[in-house]
């Protein structure tokens, strides 16, 4: 009862427009107060939910987003995109998935790929006689895929809370984030079928080596990233680093495009969502901490025990509640209001903390995919200029397909997250 009741004022507190963090820590604030707690405790959890080196990785890794975004590789990653997949019926929404493949291995989040890819490929999709609504689908159900193949920012948040190891976790999101993409590139072609969109180009070997050799500076980025971190060459923390020096010298002096000014813009840009990002994660440890200190997942574990849960359905009872909450909740909020109140729970039905991961990260893109919260949804709504309902109407074969991605990382996890991992000695 104590739970519901402290998730039903946190619901409220956000409802009524006070931003998450400030709830967050307010919520804590209450606990603690009302079990007499030293609120000197409130200070110090909060510094030490950023005092952290995985999480140096987040804003690096947001950096290396931008830079990559702003640095303009996103054109030549289409017209590689397109010598691959044009040829298919519906060509420019296989491309549009295939562009948000590659973008994902180098932005780490689904914002940059949805403003980046959106912004290069809705108006010439519609130009071709692709109806707005589903250019805006493709597009934003395909920046999905930018959390789940690393980098992923979501990844590194989630690694660094629960203490999962985020080299795993990324060897972990290539099979399921490359089986995503392939299956909404099969909704968007059965779906271009029936509504009789466009074929691009025939394939040109000619042209497609072309394309290849002036996107190639910008496709050995997550080659690096995740060769070094796989290799063991450097953490990922020092990869997101590494993405930054590398972002920066592919921009200023292989495509010449990243100028000082254009520099000092990205940083600018990056710091601002950075700090946003880290000041969530600081009121959510607080937060944490406070329903650890109170036990309030007890709550949780005890019913398990009772119901004799299985994994499958603890992981689907997770789903539930992670997606239905992706409506009204942000991704971030998700992994430290809900996750904490599952995790410990993991142990006791033998549950491998990367698989939960995968599941939870997976939920998290779902629930981006949904109003009237959902992240990609909007910003692709704004970029498409397609109203949100028609935009979800449009959306909706790519959610299920989704949620049948989700599906089998649940129900096979040894084929879908874990035999990479296992194979890397991670």
Not at 315 to 337: C, H, K, Q, R, Y
Not at 392 to 409: E, G, K, Q, S, Y
Request: proline share 5%; with cysteine; glycine share 10%.
């Amino acid at each position: 009862m104590t739970l519901l009741i402290v998730l039903c004022i946190l619901l409220g507190l956000i409802g009524v427009g006070v931003p998450i963090a400030f709830a967050l820590v307010s919520i804590a604030i209450g606990i603690f107060w009302m079990a007499d707690v030293d609120l000197l405790i409130v200070a110090q959890r909060f510094y030490r939910g950023v005092q952290s080196f995985p999480l140096l990785a987040v804003p690096l890794f947001i950096l290396a987003g931008q830079v990559m975004t702003r640095s303009g590789i996103s054109g030549h990653l289409v017209e590689f995109a397109k010598t691959l997949v044009g040829q298919m019926r519906g060509g420019l929404a296989a491309v549009n998935v295939v562009t948000s493949m590659f973008f994902a291995g180098m932005s780490g989040t689904s914002m940059s790929d949805t403003a980046a890819v959106g912004g290069m490929l809705i108006d010439p999709m519609v130009k071709r006689g692709y109806s707005r609504p589903f250019t805006g689908a493709v597009t934003a159900a395909s920046s999905t895929i930018g959390i789940i193949i690393p980098p992923s920012v979501p990844m590194v948040i989630l690694g660094a809370y629960l203490g999962i190891s985020t080299g795993a976790l990324f060897a972990a999101g290539l099979i399921s984030g490359v089986v995503l993409g392939l299956a909404l590139i099969l909704v968007a072609w059965l779906i271009s079928i029936r509504q009789g969109y466009p074929v691009e180009a025939a394939f040109s070997p000619t042209r497609a080596v072309r394309a290849f050799a002036r996107a190639l500076p910008a496709l050995l980025m997550p080659a690096i990233i995740l060769g070094g971190i796989l290799g063991g060459v450097f953490t990922a923390t020092e990869a997101s680093a590494v993405a930054v020096v590398y972002g920066v010298a592919v921009g200023m002096f292989y495509y010449r495009t990243l100028t000082p000014r254009l520099l000092y813009r990205t940083l600018c840009e990056a710091a601002v969502l950075s700090g946003a990002v880290m000041l969530v994660t600081a009121a959510a440890h607080v937060m944490g901490f406070a329903f650890t200190y109170e036990q309030l997942a007890q709550s949780i574990l005890k019913p398990l025990a009772e119901l004799e849960v299985t994994p499958v359905m603890f992981l689907v009872l997770l789903s539930v509640v992670m997606i239905v909450a992706g409506t009204f909740l942000d991704g971030i909020a998700m992994i430290f209001i809900i996750v904490p109140l599952f995790f410990p729970a993991i142990n006791q039905l033998g549950i491998d903390p990367v698989h939960f991961g995968m599941v939870v990260v997976l939920c998290w893109g779902i629930g981006q995919q949904t109003p009237p919260v959902g992240a990609a949804l909007f910003i692709t709504s704004v970029i498409a200029k397609v109203d949100m309902l028609s935009l979800t109407r449009a959306n909706l074969p790519f959610i299920a397909v989704m949620v049948l991605v989700l599906a089998a990382v649940i129900l096979f996890p040894e084929t879908f997250v874990l035999w990479v991992p296992r194979a890397l000695g991670l």
